[in-house]
Structures are given as C-alpha cells and as structure tokens.
C-alpha cells in the first residue's frame, strides 16, 4: 500500500494545496469513495504539519462500511502517525469523529443518493478528493449528472482532484460547468506522449490551473470525450455503459484511434 499512500499526498493533498490552505481556521473536505481513508489521512497529516489548530471538517462517501474498517486493522493502519490512527479508527467504525480540530463523519451508501443531502447541510468543499474505481468499472460515478451534484457541493474557491486523465471524465466535469486542468507530471515520473497524472477542477476560471498538454487538449475532441450519463441518478452500470456506447458509436467527433496514430500512441 506505500504507492497508494504516497499517491494521497501526491494526487489529492498535494494537488488541491491543502499545504497553502491550512493556515487559515477551517477547511472542509469531501472525500468520494472514501475506501481504505488513505486520501483524508494524507489531507489530515498534510494540514495539521502545518497548522495544528485548524479546525477540519471532513464528509466521506462510501458504499462498503466493511473497507474502512478493514483499513485500520494492521498492518495497514501503521502507515500513519500515532495521533491519526485513533482518528481513523473512530470513523471507520462510528461512522464519526469529534475532535477540538476535527468533525468528520462518514456517510454509508451509494454516493449519488448521499452526495445529495450534503447541500441542503451547507456543505461547500475546500477540496474533493474523487476516488472512485476506473469509469469502465464504476461509470455510475463518472456521468455528468454526478458531476453536476459534486460541483454544487464545491466552494468558489475549491478544488476537485482525481487521479482519472480520461477525456470522458474531463469533457463531464466541463459540461458540469467547472473548469479543468492536469495534474502535472513529478519531475522524476517518466510517462509517455506528454499524459498528465490525473485533472483537477474548479469552478472560477481567474485562477489558471496547469494546462492540459497539446495531447491532451485534442484528446477532448474525440470520441473518447463522449461522456457517461445518468439522468436519474439510478441507472445500473450495464445501463450505463450501454447508451456510453452508443453514443459513441453514433458521435461525429474525430475517432479516438486516428488521434492516437497522429500522436503516435501505440
């Protein structure tokens, strides 16, 4: 689990400066597909090196209570500090946490109905680390319609990271009115054609985000940017992934294959 831990910080904590943020009094958090807890662990550790005091609230959406709670058994909870271990463990198997510097509370069942109580609670995100499975696995959490809930549940000034460089996904967020930028590769990673490490989103655009590669932006204007829709927020997968298909099929954007012959993506 060291590369997932380090991907925590790398992808989510660090791409949403929660290091820059945490010197002000309060930061809320959403974590979608909250899973092991390794992306609220790495936010919490990355804010209080920085500012023990500030008070964090943290939502996280899981289907499987069982995951969590499997995550703080060792060897797994040894990965962090002694101070968060109890923290992780009281959510994990509460449900919530109370601390003078924490509120967090763990929100079980499928993310597109949870997601949808969050506004009427005045929820508004600092940060929203989205982790679901790959879209081909999980597309129910990729549509632009769970987009569309997600963003309301972001504050002006947050930002939404995910590990996800699909053009599908990107090309969703756009049409959930946010706006989108990469992840910019570590200096020491090597990955091939310019690809970024995932995208980051937000709504206000005065702020530039890291831009999308060449590659990238013309990646958007392929068949591979025809996005997942769930108008009711209850399809099933198969459901999903069926009309994903067909709109693909009947799209008249670039195919996805003459735009990696021209990038030379094998």
């Known amino acids: 689990m060291r590369g997932a831990r380090a991907e925590a910080f790398e992808k989510f904590a660090r791409a949403t400066h929660l290091r820059e943020r945490a010197t002000g009094d309060r930061l809320c958090?959403?974590?979608v597909c909250y899973g092991l807890g390794y992306n609220t662990a790495a936010a919490l550790e990355t804010i209080w090196a920085v500012n023990p005091y500030c008070h964090v609230t943290v939502y996280g959406l899981e289907l499987d209570v069982t995951v969590p709670r499997a995550a703080v058994q060792p060897p797994l909870i040894e990965s962090w500090s002694l101070a968060l271990r109890p923290i992780l463990v009281e959510l994990a198997e509460s449900c919530c946490c109370d601390r003078p510097n924490l509120t967090a509370r763990l929100l079980i069942g499928d993310a597109r109905q949870t997601i949808q109580t969050l506004p009427y609670q005045g929820v508004q995100a600092d940060a929203i680390l989205f982790?679901?499975?790959?879209?081909r696995r999980c597309p129910q959490l990729w549509t632009v319609e769970f987009f569309a809930a997600i963003a309301r549940c972001l504050a002006t000034e947050g930002v939404l990271a995910t590990y996800s460089r699909a053009a599908s996904v990107r090309r969703a967020l756009q049409l959930a009115g946010l706006h989108i930028g990469s992840i910019p590769l570590n200096?020491?990673?090597a990955?091939?054609?310019?690809?970024?490490?995932g995208t980051v989103a937000r709504h206000d655009g005065s702020e530039?985000?890291?831009s999308l590669s060449p590659m990238e932006q013309e990646h958007l204007h392929t068949r591979a940017a025809v996005p997942y829709r769930d108008p009711s927020l209850q399809g099933l997968p198969e459901t999903i992934q069926a009309r994903h298909q067909q709109e693909q099929v009947a799209s008249k954007l670039e195919s996805t294959s003459s735009w990696r012959r021209r990038w030379?993506?094998?």
């Not at 982790?131 to 879209?135: A, L």
Request: aromatic fraction near 8%; avoid cysteine.
């Open 191 to 197: 990955l091939p054609h310019e690809w970024s490490q």
């Open 187 to 189: 200096p020491d990673a």
């Open 208 to 210: 530039p985000l890291p």
């Open 131 to 135: 982790d679901p499975f790959s879209p």
């Open 264 to 266: 030379k993506i094998h």
């Open 29 to 31: 958090i959403l974590d």
